[in-house]
């Protein structure tokens, strides 16, 4: 008899039926006793009549095989004929992950990473991820973008800034790419005009805070023949229209595990120049203490301003200041770029912007920000061979989840998170 | 005006267009000149009356802009009115890439990454390697796999064998993974039964060959509920069928400019006992040297024997000597395990297999291999709180793009290669 999944058995009413899958919880009433069995599409409770069936001995969370007959009681059951151990437990789980929440921290959770992801609303979050990812490449894919393979082990220190990881390469040193930046650019320039990927980066930063990772996924595009960073946030607004979209309609049951409320996105999400936003926060929230650039605290309460002004959960904060921005990064010529953050529910989500390409520009800028165009070579040497305008963006993968879902820290989102003391499991 | 594509220009017969793109030709011929305009779809000629519109100066690979009346004389042509350049080439570029065939070595090409991908055949082969990874992902979320993103930067060393390249992970030494396959193990018995992940893997081989890198892109899934090996091998036979029908639907163009001709799958690929593999290749090409394995050319000779016997371009050995397997391998308790290689036109592009699920079996297996299972604690416990039957596999990105279109060299399938010498571009 071929397996029936949980969420099949629906079509086999009155018929006899095998299950396979997990042992998630055993009760005993006198001479019935019932068993919730747990696959990767739900979980359906199984009537064992004990006096025919000996269940003493077996195991939570042992992998078993049921046959029975599917019967509609309150709710589709199966009325066990036999159960055979496929996989035994060889020891008492470490946590209990058979209640509505799991009653441990953190760190236990992640502890026991793969018992934890077995419960339900930690296992939900991972396939909204796995749905955002998915609905990330189709929405690219329809519009033309070719997904790349960049390296992550580079050759070159940072972009300017941020701290790498080094890495022995046989007899040289090496780095783990902190972003597909240089190379996303480089593929535009190839003549793919559009691309995108998605792939592990790299961040040696020393601070331990909720929303950092040291190895995070990053949803990255980059587009030519751009006029200038509106036509980035264009298509990001289509973008996360169409992955919101593909979350509600494929993770329904996933959702209402998580009682996750998605938001909205009308036709267009609201913009603010960034100057404007530091003087909102300085004349509503009394907050002075910024100048040229915004913190975490500027980002949740703007965020706040907007979901109390525009019923936006999302706000496009741009003109960044040159100083804050990386090198490659186009200016407006008043001090100010073609930048933008995307801030949803008062975490920015999303670094984009358009990007210089004009080569005597791009190597001027880096001596304007104390870098050496030498040590960018490979890089810039493109930039001499015609390279369209052109501009793009990146995602956190892990914190557009985490916001979307409204996990409180961002390993929650991270299947094996990396962070200043985790490299395990 | 907006930017029509080239490959749309057939829709704007006798109409005014705007094009944009990279000059990849330019001919002078009396009083008219042809400029090819060059963009992500494809290639234009452009009829310039030079006594209204002065290309002289114009550089080969310039970015430009042209608008012009579209007709049809033997291909479409644009009639020029106007063309601005929007990004200028600064200098002579060092190699020709407008010619039928880039005529430099492989090493030139690499150094010139960014042009060389702008020749068409070179362009052409990244095109299918993207689709060949979109099919893989496509194929499997439609068989209710979910995909997956797991670490990269690993605590533990090498599954046993080969090489790693060590990291210093802040106080910590950590590892870069060489295959995500304890952790796509690990998703298995968290729940989610079907995973898969597109992702790099490292592997720190000293050899320099035609046929490895040291950083690639795995392909790889893991289901679970089983019964052996074989189910493994009949879903990659639908899911290389899938692959292949995609990029003939997708790629035509791209196939033609590479003259690449595809496989063809019947409903089964042939299969093949090692041993018996083995026996052949003694008793038809009077190949002596393996025991208990194959190498790279008794590959190449099985491959042909396959090819003219079963007109096959792909064969699957399997049971592979317990030997030569790693630890997780399912034994079929004579020696042999449960596993297999898929050799496509001579060479192995997947590894495959059954993988223990019991506990103890697995621990003893690593003490039969020498390794200390102290050293995979995180693995390990995994199993024992019930892991399914089950099994994978992994198809190197590169190396099935390369053997798909005929490359010789498995560098010219990697966008950016790292290799035992390179780092850059």
């Given at each position: 008899m071929n397996r029936t999944l949980v969420e099949e058995l629906n079509n086999k009413l009155g018929e006899i039926a095998k299950v396979q899958g997990w042992v998630q919880r055993i009760r005993k009433l006198g001479k019935i006793a019932f068993i919730i069995l747990r696959d990767r599409s739900g979980s359906v409770q199984c009537v064992v009549n004990t006096k025919n069936i000996d269940i003493n001995g077996l195991k939570l969370e042992s992998v078993v095989e049921i046959t029975g007959k599917v019967a509609l009681e309150k709710n589709i059951e199966i009325q066990l004929i036999s159960l055979d151990i496929i996989s035994e437990v060889e020891?008492?789980?470490?946590?209990?992950?058979?209640?509505?929440?799991?009653?441990?921290n953190l760190d236990t959770v992640l502890n026991n990473r793969v018992l934890s992801l077995r419960h339900k609303t930690i296992n939900s979050v991972f396939k909204i991820e796995a749905c955002l990812a998915e609905a990330f490449e189709e929405f690219l894919i329809e519009h033309d973008f070719t997904q790349i393979f960049t390296p992550k082990i580079v050759a070159g220190g940072a972009e300017g800034g941020t701290e790498v990881f080094e890495l022995k390469y046989f007899e040289q040193k090496a780095y783990l790419a902190q972003s597909p930046q240089f190379y996303k650019q480089m593929m535009v320039g190839a003549g793919y005009e559009r691309v995108f990927e998605i792939g592990h980066v790299y961040r040696a930063e020393e601070h331990n805070t909720?929303?950092?990772?040291n190895e995070y996924v990053s949803l990255d595009f980059e587009m030519a023949f751009i006029e200038d960073e509106n036509n980035i946030i264009d298509i990001e607004t289509e973008l996360l229209k169409s992955m919101i979209e593909k979350v509600k309609s494929k993770c329904q049951k996933e959702l209402e595990i998580l009682a996750a409320e998605l938001p909205e996105i009308k036709d267009k999400i609201p913009s603010m120049q960034l100057p404007e936003a530091i003087k909102i926060l300085r004349d509503v929230y009394g907050k002075d203490d910024l100048v040229k650039d915004i913190d975490p605290e500027g980002e949740r309460l703007i965020s706040k301003y907007v979901k109390d002004k525009y019923n936006s959960d999302f706000v496009f904060l741009t003109h960044y200041s040159a100083e804050k921005r990386p090198m490659y990064t186009m200016p407006?010529?008043?001090?100010?770029?073609h930048s933008f953050d995307l801030i949803f529910r008062g975490v920015e989500i999303t670094t984009g912007g358009q990007r210089i390409h004009s080569y005597e520009m791009l190597k001027r800028n880096m001596e304007v920000k104390g870098l050496n165009p030498e040590d960018f070579q490979d890089y810039l040497q493109v930039f001499k061979y015609g390279m369209p305008p052109h501009g793009g963006l990146a995602i956190g993968l892990e914190r557009l989840t985490a916001q979307l879902l409204g996990l409180k820290n961002i390993r929650e989102a991270a299947l094996f998170p990396r962070d200043r003391e985790r490299i395990t499991p």
């Open positions: 020891e008492n789980i470490p946590i209990e992950i058979n209640k509505d929440k799991i009653q441990a909720n929303r950092h990772l407006t010529g008043d001090g100010l770029t």
